[in-house]
């Protein structure tokens, strides 16, 4: 990796939820954080997330869902992702994700819950330690 | 005095707690109050009897000695089979009035099974489509009886039409009909975010139910003009004080340039306001709004009515200040910002309940939350007389404090233009991005503490149990879409929305359109893309 | 390294291969070396249009609008949406991919975000790279976008066959700002929001500053002088609003204008030519500057010369001209 290499990230909103407080809060501050944020708000299908992904080809993707339907879309994400052969891209959700919704979302491939409370420092960590590549 | 001096006033004296006191809306707050910070208030002009012109005091002369105020909990989950047995145990609980959530899919006016609605159905609110989800919904509950809220914004017009039809198949006509609808779409724009069509467009809507309502509906409030969802979005008291009333406003302008006589609809306007943290600032800010509406009204727009210029309020405790973490906490906080609302003015309240920020409440929760406002109304004395804070040098300062604050908006706003354009220019998004910020900023350095949170954390894990909505429902209402869809006159379907588009084309009030196509049982989202596409959709600018 | 697998890729239309080697160019100049000797070949297809403005002007709007045409002449379009790097953080924030939502599922349409990362950092070189590899993935047309109408934009809209400015009623300063920078350039002046007061103000602006200055875009002299239908290019100017799509037939046609101009006097040819010299001059640039720089880190001599400076018995000129000699230049 060269050193103009920057970190690029992606953060977006699946589904309807259009409180678009939190992300846009993290995305400034991941921007702060000298990283290279894609923004592309709120009312994402999954497949809009997934050609984003595609044609980005960022390192880290944050999905924020705040309605409860992070069960429905998530996976769907994540499987599309699959097919396309995609594996290197680093996605965390952030938002309000009950702990018995954990496990399934990780065996789908979600790495980070990073849900009310989490710092804004602690994201930011987060991000750069657990790249894929 | 110079800047240096003016600091040195400020300096903590010795053995204080913090650099400087804050309130929420970054207004630095004295150690003491005293005659000197009132000594030019006058009590005709600026407090006034409650009741009378200029409303500071209250918006009645008795408020709750005479009536306490509607302890109105929002609900809605699910499908409307079972929102119809929450609201009839609320009902039975003691509950006042009914609320209604709705799904984002509706709000969004998407049928359950659009892609859009993917994982949505049934979540955060209750699912309708058609008239039949409608009186499901209301099932055994006799509309003339109660008062219904509707927490609806861009398709609020669809949701009156089926209310107005399902209390018609009860047997009752529009005029007996109480209750509300949120129809505040300038407020989607700044900070809620579920709007559809364009704000022109939109606002030409939100006039059409406001002069149907005042024909045909009298008794309805067409618009509940919110600062709830600005605060929500992060903006300071101020800015929820100002941008409201701003929005207030720029509905009776529209209004009037339809011709309709201002106390003709004035008097159905009510108002929705947050319930935060800052237990002063929140009482100050809407003893403010009340003075402020009514001087504006009265000079302004020349309105006669007492009613005209009398501001009345819903609120509801801060959704935004609950924490996940130590989630009982919470009742301690939604007690306090209650009382606010209570000493505040308030017509009615809903208090949240404490499981809201990890997921829709729990029967437990809900319970809890509407004995707090029983609490308040019986046990603390603070419903025994009206305005009780008033005369506190504290409290008359920081009225008076805001009350400029908002006024220095309201210029800013003029000078864009108006609303429209400063909602076009960013200017509202711009302001609650910057405040949300600095709040967040602040946190995170520990300069404003939350208990349990970045403070007196404990590091245990949390079990409280969660209401969960399965799979299921979203399933079951697909289900009955379709059979809906099967058995339905198809043809006058088509035809009542060929209707609409027509109308929507032109200028006439679509409200007896919308009806038609209601009856007939077109689902909301038929009828939004309908009205799409005459009207278009909107596309907000970023701003961070 | 090996990236004919991915180069193989992109000739078969595959998108993320695409995505990938933009990736790798935009961050390792090495790679981008190794994968443009392999694609240059299959370049020269991509018909290749610049849009920029001020912040606020309705770029994005514009060229999602402009897409939806071309995708209906079934044309496929490669978007390039370049943001400014904050300079304090050396982050950014690239939001122009918003306003395109409604193509994000057209298998026609190709949107990538870039960072400009300081204006030194080479983002020309990169952008050009990326071009090829878009013009070799398939696309008819590549539409660069990016904010400001300065130096930098020059520089990168030397790679574009259309220059298209976009200006708006109210707006002040902007025709002092494009004076000073990418007037030269400019083919097509788009004053955006035309149902605002201004607007026909806005256009007779532009056409006095045209009036006091020369279109130095192409290099006139050194066209081939037998071509007899050779004729200057005045800069367009046309009204519309990008939200509504009024009067973007007109800008389609005056885009088609160009490009037949370009192609009937033969101009497209010398286009091409200061091209190929711009670029090759950035790519010397940087590699020579590396070169340079490797130099004076590596080898003792110039420590010598250094102390010669220090002491007065050198100036700096005169050490200059003894390190070109040492890099065997003369």
Redesign the interface.
């Known amino acids: 990796m060269s050193e103009n290499r920057k970190i690029k990230v992606l953060v977006c909103k699946p589904g309807l939820d259009g409180h678009d407080r939190g992300a846009k809060v993290i995305a400034r501050a991941l921007r702060d954080a000298g990283m290279e944020v894609i923004y592309t708000g709120i009312h994402q299908t999954p497949d809009d997330v997934v050609n984003t992904i595609i044609q980005e080809d960022p390192d880290a993707v944050m999905l924020s869902i705040l309605s409860g339907a992070h069960n429905a879309l998530c996976p769907i994400i994540m499987d599309k992702l699959k097919e396309q052969g995609i594996d290197d891209v680093l996605v965390a959700v952030g938002g309000i994700i009950p702990d018995e919704d954990k496990p399934i979302l990780e065996e789908h491939g979600l790495k980070g819950f990073l849900g009310p409370g989490t710092e804004l420092k602690e994201i930011v960590e987060f991000v750069k330690t657990n790249l894929k590549r | 005095m110079t800047e240096i001096d003016e600091h040195k006033t400020l300096r903590p004296k010795k053995g204080e707690r913090q650099e400087s006191f804050r309130n929420l809306s970054d207004i630095e707050i004295k150690r003491l109050y005293t005659p000197e910070d009132i000594k030019n208030l006058n009590y005709e002009m600026d407090l006034g009897e409650p009741g009378k012109f200029p409303f500071t005091r209250g918006a009645y002369s008795n408020m709750y000695r005479g009536r306490l105020w509607t302890m109105r909990q929002f609900a809605g989950f699910g499908t409307a089979a079972q929102t119809n047995e929450r609201y009839k145990f609320l009902l039975e609980h003691g509950q006042t009035g009914l609320s209604v959530a709705f799904s984002l899919h509706t709000i969004y006016g998407y049928e359950a099974d659009n892609e859009y609605a993917l994982g949505e159905v049934g979540k955060e609110g209750v699912s309708i489509d058609t008239l039949k989800d409608m009186e499901t919904l209301f099932n055994s509950i006799d509309l003339s009886k109660i008062s219904t809220s509707m927490t609806i914004n861009a398709p609020a017009s669809i949701l009156l039409a089926m209310y107005i039809v399902t209390a018609e198949k009860q047997g009752h006509s529009p005029d007996l009909l109480r209750g509300t609808i949120q129809n505040d779409i300038l407020k989607e724009y700044i900070a809620q975010k579920s709007w559809i069509f364009p704000p022109e467009e939109s606002m030409r809507l939100i006039v059409d139910t406001i002069e149907y309502c005042t024909k045909h509906v009298p008794q309805w409030y067409t618009i509940s003009i919110s600062g709830y969802h600005i605060r929500e979005a992060g903006s300071t008291a101020v800015q929820e004080l100002a941008f409201t009333l701003a929005d207030g406003f720029a509905y009776v302008e529209a209004a009037m340039e339809r011709g309709l006589n201002v106390d003709d609809f004035a008097p159905r306007l009510s108002f929705f306001f947050n319930a935060h943290n800052n237990f002063f600032e929140e009482i100050c800010k809407y003893r403010a709004a009340r003075r402020i509406w009514a001087k504006r009204m009265k000079n302004k727009y020349s309105a006669k009515k007492l009613e005209s210029l009398r501001l009345r309020f819903h609120t509801q405790t801060a959704g935004v200040s609950l924490s996940a973490q130590e989630p009982e906490n919470n009742i301690a906080r939604v007690t306090m910002q209650g009382l606010a609302a209570v000493l505040g003015g308030t017509q009615s309240l809903h208090t949240n309940s404490f499981d809201e920020a990890l997921c829709l409440p729990t029967e437990k929760a809900v319970k809890i939350a509407l004995r707090t406002q029983q609490i308040i109304a019986q046990e603390s004395g603070a419903a025994d007389t009206v305005d009780p804070l008033a005369g506190s040098y504290y409290i008359e300062a920081l009225t008076n404090r805001m009350e400029e604050e908002a006024e220095a908006y309201f210029e800013k706003i003029a000078e864009l233009g108006g609303v429209i354009p400063a909602i076009k220019a960013n200017f509202f998004q711009k302001e609650i991005a910057n405040a949300s910020y600095k709040y967040q900023q602040e946190i995170e350095k520990n300069e404003r503490i939350v208990v349990g949170v970045n403070d007196f954390q404990l590091r245990e894990a949390c079990s409280t149990p969660l209401l969960k909505i399965d799979d299921q429902v979203s399933k079951d209402q697909i289900d009955l879409l379709n059979k809906i869809r099967k058995n339905r006159d198809n043809e006058m379907v088509k035809a009542k929305l060929e209707k609409l588009k027509i109308a929507a084309q032109g200028s006439e009030n679509l409200m007896p359109c919308i009806i038609d196509c209601v009856r007939e049982y077109a689902s909301i989202g038929e009828i939004i893309s309908t009205l799409k596409e005459v009207f278009g959709t909107y596309d907000e600018d970023s701003i961070f | 390294m090996g990236y004919e697998a991915l180069i193989d890729r992109l000739l078969k239309g595959d ?2 291969a695409a ?2 080697l ?2 790798i160019v935009e ?3 090495a790679s981008a070396e190794e994968i443009i000797n392999s694609i240059y070949k299959y370049t020269g297809k991509a018909y290749i249009l610049g849009i920029t403005g001020a912040p ?1 002007s309705g770029k994005s ?1 514009l060229i999602s609008t402009l897409t939806t045409i071309f995708v209906k002449e079934e044309k496929k379009v490669g978007i390039i949406c370049v943001d400014p ?2 300079p304090l ?7 122009d ?3 395109m ?1 409604k193509h ?2 057209s298998n026609n349409v ?4 870039m ?1 400009n ?1 300081g204006q030194l ?1 080479g983002l020309a070189r990169a952008t050009e790279d990326i071009i090829k590899i878009l013009d070799v993935y398939g696309c008819d047309i590549v539409i660069i976008e990016t904010v400001g109408v300065g130096q930098s934009e020059v520089d990168i809209f030397r790679s574009a066959q259309s220059v298209l400015v976009l200006l708006v009623p109210g707006m002040g300063d902007d025709i002092q700002a494009i004076k000073a920078g990418i007037m030269e350039i400019t083919d097509i002046f788009i004053v955006n929001k035309m149902d605002l007061p201004g607007a026909d103000r806005k256009v007779s602006e532009i056409m006095q500053m045209l009036e006091l200055s020369m279109n130095f875009k192409y290099d006139y002299e050194n066209i081939n002088p037998g071509n007899a239908k050779m004729c200057k290019w005045t800069p367009k100017i046309v009204k519309l609003n990008s939200k509504t799509g009024e009067n973007f037939e007109n800008l389609l046609e005056i885009i088609n204008e160009h490009r037949v101009f370009l192609k009937e006097t033969g101009v497209i040819e010398n286009y091409h030519l200061i091209r190929i010299r711009n670029e090759t001059l950035q790519i010397l640039k940087h590699k020579l500057t590396k070169k340079v720089e490797d130099l004076i880190n590596s080898n003792s001599q110039i420590d010598e010369y250094i102390r010669l400076v220090m002491d007065k018995s050198m100036d700096p000129y005169s050490m200059a001209n003894l390190i070109i000699k040492l890099l065997g230049i003369e």
Not at chain 3, 89 to 95: D, K
Not at chain 3, 110 to 113: K, N, V
């Open positions: 998108t993320r995505a990938r933009i990736t961050n390792d100049i606020g709007t790097t904050s953080t050396g982050g950014a924030l690239l939001g991919r918003i306003r939502k994000f599922t190709f949107i990538r975000s960072a990362r950092g």
